[in-house]
T-cell receptor
Framework: AQRVTQPEKLLSVFKGAPVELKCNYSYSGSPELFWYVQYSRQRLQLLLRHISRESIKGFTADLNKGETSFHLKKPFAQEEDSAMYYCALLGTSYGKLTFGQGTILTVHP | EAGVAQSPRYKIIEKRQSVAFWCNPISGHATLYWYQQILGQGPKLLIQFQNNGVVDDSQLPKDRFSAERLKGVDSTLKIQPAKLEDSAVYLC?????????????FGEGSWLTVV
């Protein structure tokens, strides 16, 4: 079975502060991990994926297989980062994508 | 490139009525997903198609939900009869194939309210 846990339902920070959204997963094989973002009244869109090892909009995420975590980080939060963030796991058996419960990030001015 | 198209965007029905949602995936995408997103929760996979075959429907409430993808292109999700707890956003998504390294693209969703 594959499972994704996002322990924080809500996260509030001030503009310019660092932010970290936590994600832990459970999967017996080697999964592919993603972060999706959903801005107000917009569709879910891919933010980044662990195999790309890239930084998108200042966000980075490192896959830690020992801790089975894939936390999303940004050193200086911006107001436009306010959104719902979902961590997701793609199982390699037949491509099942499982989402966490999501974290609502609010960046205050 | 056109995205995943869904219709209708919004639907309000009474309990015990039926409703159908339509999805047109990105051209050439073999894998199609239907997710249910209840307010305050993450999306939950209802059914996954690979071309016109079902790969996973383990979380589809088969007594009231059905889905088909007859020609391996667009898909329809039906609920009959609807219950109050079916109120949710129904998301359709597609990817070139269900494998490592592929990106899954989402539609805007169909918002269902059952009263």
């Amino acid at each position: 079975a594959q499972r994704v846990t996002q322990p924080e339902k809500l996260l509030s920070v001030f503009k310019g502060a660092p932010v970290e959204l936590k994600c832990n997963y459970s999967y017996s094989g080697s999964p592919e991990l993603f972060w999706y973002v959903q801005y107000s009244r917009q569709r879910l869109q891919l933010l980044l994926r662990h195999i790309s090892r890239e930084s998108i909009k200042g966000f980075t995420a490192d896959l830690n297989k020992g801790e089975t975590s894939f936390h999303l980080k940004k050193p200086f939060a911006q107001e436009e980062d306010s959104a719902m963030y979902y961590c997701a796991l793609l199982g390699t058996s037949y491509g099942k994508l499982t989402f966490g419960q999501g974290t609502i990030l609010t960046v205050h001015p | 490139e056109a995205g995943v198209a869904q219709s209708p965007r919004y639907k309000i029905i009474e309990k015990r009525q039926s409703v159908a949602f339509w999805c047109n995936p990105i051209s050439g995408h073999a894998t199609l997903y239907w997710y249910q997103q209840i307010l305050g929760q993450g999306p939950k996979l209802l059914i996954q198609f690979q071309n016109n075959g079902v790969v996973d429907d383990s979380q589809l409430p088969k007594d009231r939900f059905s889905a088909e993808r007859l020609k391996g292109v667009d898909s329809t999700l039906k609920i009959q009869p609807a219950k109050l707890e079916d109120s949710a956003v129904y998301l359709c998504a597609s990817s070139p194939r269900a494998s490592y390294g592929n990106t899954i693209y989402f539609g805007e969703g169909s918002w269902l309210t059952v009263v």
